[in-house]
């Protein structure tokens, strides 16, 4: 049985180390907060401007001023600062955030990410996930395996415009976990019942199989 | 000289003329200067050149001016709440420059510093570095960006005193303390004006020499974007 979303979140948490200073994307990455690992303490960082990001309020909490980079109202911690969005990018670009998990439309076996444009159909922005894969010392990507129309997302090269260059380290889909590194792109863990085979079917990219899966 | 000034469409006079550049505060609809925002509208100024992370919503915030055809060009991060946005940007009916977030912050920050030019690595090897100056730094490639300068930049505080002083309440900050420093005139709307000496000179996130009119909001409505809670017990 394929990775569900909660899955695909669920392992992408076992990325997160003790004292880690994480910034989470839109959409499924926005779930990995709900299974931070026991005895495991992370500070979340939103780009707008806030560090030490809180659960969803009560209703009777929710605050105008007090949003997260998905437009999303939370709420704060004991431990939280406030700042500018230079001051939150002088974090993200100076390196000072250990990881970083955002959506992906494709990723490259080199490592190049596209998530921000389709050219003529879809204009939204990069926000600042060209910021983040620039800056942060480790990107991982939750994705889909292949688009609705099934057509693969892991390829040779990226056709969109691309996010970055060579800046991807893991990306977890439904079909398992793969590293990208120097050496290229090699599947690490297989979802139950996904085979190796049915894999490289879904897939563009070439890529290694670790020891450990086959 | 006094800084402070009745009501938005007062602090607004004689500072506006076609084809001027503009910045804007707020992260989504967070922080944004609503007043100023809606007086900007009712002055009829156009081909404005608007400097933003985003362009509102339909109906609030910088949608206004899109809807009554006033912006000529944005320079914003992420527009994906505005549909009226995409409808004008895809029928080439409106310019725009996107800026990763980033880049957009450290541009508004650079140009109120008087820092015109700087080197970042975000965007090397996207379309945003196409046409840029590329150099290594310690073997690694960056590219250029331009600090930003604004005719006029509008902001959004929380607390400010006559002086201009501003304080910013949470993620209401966002982009605001940066625009401020970066507009040749900054016109501040806050939700409480107090009396010199009445704010911690401790606490002031923007210091009153780059705030050249401030007036108090009125009516704010405060819009929340996406209204997301929890419930008891979980």
Not at chain 1, 138 to 155: E, F, T
Not at chain 1, 170 to 181: K, L, P, S
Not at chain 2, 59 to 80: A, N
Not at chain 2, 163 to 169: A, K, P, V
Request: with cysteine.
């Amino acid at each position: 049985m394929a990775w569900t979303r909660e899955d695909m979140a669920r392992r992408a948490a076992q990325e997160l180390k003790d004292g880690f200073y994480v910034n989470l994307g839109i959409g499924i990455p926005t779930l990995v907060a709900n299974y931070i690992p026991e005895g495991v303490e992370v500070t979340l960082q939103s780009e707008n401007g806030m560090l030490g990001m809180g659960p969803f309020p009560y209703e009777e909490e929710v605050d105008p001023d007090l949003i997260n980079a998905g437009k999303q109202t939370i709420t704060e911690l004991p431990s939280t600062s406030y700042f500018s969005s230079a001051d939150s990018f002088a974090m993200i670009r100076g390196g000072h955030i250990n990881l970083s998990i955002l959506g992906a439309m494709q990723v490259s076996e080199k490592g190049d990410l596209a998530n921000w444009m389709i050219p003529g159909k879809m204009v939204k922005g990069m926000g600042g996930a060209m910021d983040l894969v620039a800056g942060v010392k480790k990107v991982v990507i939750i994705m889909d395996h292949n688009a609705r129309d099934g057509s693969p997302k892991l390829l040779h090269e990226c056709n969109l415009p691309l996010t970055g260059v060579g800046v991807v380290d893991m990306v977890i889909t439904d079909v398992g976990v793969f590293t990208i590194d120097e050496t290229g792109i090699t599947l690490t863990e297989l979802a139950p019942d996904v085979t190796i085979e049915e894999a490289r079917e879904r897939t563009e990219a070439n890529f290694k199989v670790s020891e450990a899966v086959s | 000289m006094k800084k402070t000034y009745t009501d938005a469409a007062s602090a607004l006079e004689g500072v506006l003329k076609d084809g001027m550049t503009i910045m804007a505060g707020g992260f989504g609809l967070c922080g944004i200067p609503e007043n100023l925002i809606t007086a900007l509208r009712d002055s009829g100024v156009k081909d404005i050149t608007a400097i933003s992370n985003n362009a509102g919503v339909d109906d609030f915030g910088l949608g206004l001016l899109l809807q009554t055809r006033q912006i000529k060009k944005m320079i914003s991060s992420y527009v994906g709440e505005n549909k009226e946005f995409e409808r004008q940007y895809l029928a080439q009916e409106l310019d725009l420059e996107f800026n990763p977030q980033g880049t957009l912050a450290e541009r508004c920050r650079a140009g109120g510093a008087g820092i015109p030019g700087f080197y970042t690595k975000t965007g090397v090897g996207t379309l945003i570095a196409e046409g840029k100056e590329h150099k290594e730094f310690n073997g690694e490639t960056y590219i250029m960006e331009t600090g930003l300068v604004a005719d006029v930049s509008l902001v959004k505080a929380w607390k400010g005193d006559k002086e201009g002083n501003l304080i910013y309440r949470k993620t209401a900050r966002n982009l605001n303390p940066n625009m401020a420093t970066a507009g040749k005139i900054t016109i501040a709307e806050v939700e409480e004006l107090v009396e010199v000496g009445e704010l911690d000179p401790d606490e002031i996130h923007t210091p009153g020499i780059y705030v050249q009119r401030i007036i108090q909001s009125k009516d704010l409505e405060k819009r929340i974007e996406k209204v997301t809670t929890r419930t008891r017990g979980e």
